[in-house]
């Protein structure tokens, strides 16, 4: 009997199959991709992006040259503009807000490597440093309310043709929808409970271990109970927080652990498939609430990683309904039985 | 200058490009595509089928056999089943129900043809008909709370291997996030204003005929101004309802124009896209709010139609927030101009 689950945060609900269950090899990642043009994110191609915002580099490097570790440049495309008001407004019925914000990418390393799974722990380390570094420096923009860090890895999940390893960084005067639902979710249990639900949530799948996929010190990763997709994989931080930009340095090292450790199991099993990391952070200047202990206890940052195995179907889209064919009990299985990792 | 627009009815923050903005030529829709399948849903193909839960037929034609116009058969790989209870229930933090519900196939036409712009309106008719039966016969089984009607057209929307067009229906025990968003924001701003959201949107739409694809006398066709997709429409009735299944026959003719106009003004001006449609309508046995009025005025059945242009970036997944690169009033001005749809 296939299985309706409902999202804890969000209240949303999934329908699992049980039965036809996919496994791996029923899922077909390869589809004719374009030809890769000319890599400018390479080491000693810096003049071919925007000057840069950040970089990582050797003590005697100089700026736009070579001899980093990890760059952030503005996006040559950029969706949203730094210059400029917001100039909220009205039609209306409706709303308009300017499309002031930022959008940068971060280029995680000076060699043409494509995959996070291809990558040291000590250099991902780098790239959540950079992270860091931008989310603190962005916070000083009082425009800005929320900054959403993605990756789309592969065509099928979105990515361009350069296979270059990188991060977008988009930061806007508005929260995402599907954040302001994750944090008026959590703020509801936490209101009842007077516990965080992802805490909860670490705590009930710690004693279970049935969707667990990776575990070190520092961090908890899982196939959550209603996936949206098959062998989606959330990485939690073990110690509650709200905010990213807050991990110390031996934190940052315990998360480049467990992404190198996802990743490298969903490229093993998968056969490398396309895929979209993001980062959920807590907004910048949160409303404080009626008390205290809100503010500091009632969301949890953590990464969303979702493998693209499957095309998408149109009602998912229009209802917010989605149908994972693969429990997430199977999926945790095969991802936590791959050996050596 | 991009703009940051808000959907008013669930209140999502959309990204709409406004430079570089994508023209209809931009859109690459063709990708390799699996070859087709031998057809099991056209007319003498009857037995491949599990037997007919409904059909419109000629007089003198048998069940099961040739001499129908839109046939509705059980889904053969069913995604909810009828049979059970749903047995609701926790595990720790989590709530689960069986998949309890249907998965019916509407079959739109007896002959091989895919694309719904290529049926004349009489058979449109035709196929709203069989939604609007099934959906008065479903209604009678307690344990349904919401039935989603839905197309997928062409690979890239997630259509099967057999081009042969139909509608899936599911009937579900829950209501869909989305749908319960929309619920929920069109009952807000009823409370406020007194007046349906949708109906004031049509007035606004109008008046100003920016964002108009198409009318009739019953029917509004526009891209809406938060459209998350280009070359989003929706297909709106100009007279207030709730509930598609209450349109009279006249209602069916006049939906069943609109939407021939609608989808044949998308496969002349992109090159026969690929698409989702999504047939929006209030649940069964809605609870009865505090006072008599919101229970037939607050929500407005419609139709949404989104062509599959764009790749879908991860992070919209993620965050629900959404870029469109076209914006709806360029998008509306192209649909709207293609002579003699």
Redesign the interface.
């Given at each position: 009997?296939?299985?309706?689950?409902?999202d804890?945060i969000?209240?949303?609900?999934v329908?699992?199959?049980t039965e036809?269950a996919k496994r791996p090899k029923d899922f077909k990642t390869r589809?004719?991709e374009p030809p890769e043009r000319d890599c400018p994110f390479c080491e000693g191609k810096e003049d071919c992006t925007p000057p840069e915002i950040f970089a990582i580099r050797d003590n005697n490097s100089e700026k736009n040259k070579p001899g980093w570790k990890v760059r952030v440049v503005p996006s040559i495309?950029p969706?949203?503009?730094i210059e400029?008001d917001l100039d909220p407004r009205g039609?209306?019925?409706?709303?308009?807000?300017?499309?002031?914000g930022a959008h940068e990418v971060i280029i995680e390393t000076p060699q043409h490597i494509y995959n996070i799974a291809d990558l040291e722990p000590e250099q991902i380390f780098l790239i959540l440093t950079a992270y860091k570094e931008r989310l603190v420096d962005l916070e000083n923009d009082p425009r800005l309310r929320y900054v959403?860090i993605?990756?789309?890895y592969g065509?099928?999940?979105?990515a361009g043709k350069i296979k270059h390893a990188r991060s977008?960084l988009?930061a806007?005067?508005?929260i995402?929808?599907?954040?302001k639902?994750e944090l008026v979710g959590a703020r509801r249990y936490f209101e009842y409970h007077d516990r965080c639900?992802f805490c909860?949530?670490i705590r009930?799948e710690s004693e279970q271990k049935k969707r667990l996929v990776y575990e070190n010190e520092g961090f908890f990763c899982f196939c959550p109970?209603?996936s949206?997709f098959p062998f989606e994989v959330w990485v939690l931080p073990k110690n509650h927080s709200c905010d990213f930009q807050k991990c110390n340095e031996e934190e940052l090292k315990l998360c480049a652990q467990a992404i190198k450790e996802v990743f490298l199991r969903l490229k093993i099993s998968l056969n490398d498939p396309p895929?979209?990391?993001?980062l959920?952070t807590a907004p910048y200047r949160r409303k404080r609430p009626g008390y205290w202990r809100t503010i500091l206890h009632d969301y949890h940052w953590h990464i969303?990683i979702?493998p693209?195995l499957t095309?998408?179907?149109?009602?998912e889209?229009?209802?917010?309904?989605y149908?994972c064919p693969t429990p997430p009990e199977e999926a945790a299985k095969v991802l936590r039985e791959i050996e050596n990792a």
């Open positions: 009997m296939p299985e309706l689950r409902k804890p969000i209240g949303r609900w329908i699992i199959s036809r589809i004719k495309a969706l949203l503009r400029g039609r209306g019925l409706y709303d308009i807000l300017n499309g002031v959403l993605y990756k789309n065509y099928l999940a979105g977008n988009i806007s005067p508005i995402p929808k599907r954040v639902e639900i909860d949530m009930q109970f209603a949206r895929y979209n990391f993001v959920h969303e979702t693209r095309r998408v179907a149109g009602f889209w229009g209802t917010g309904f149908i």
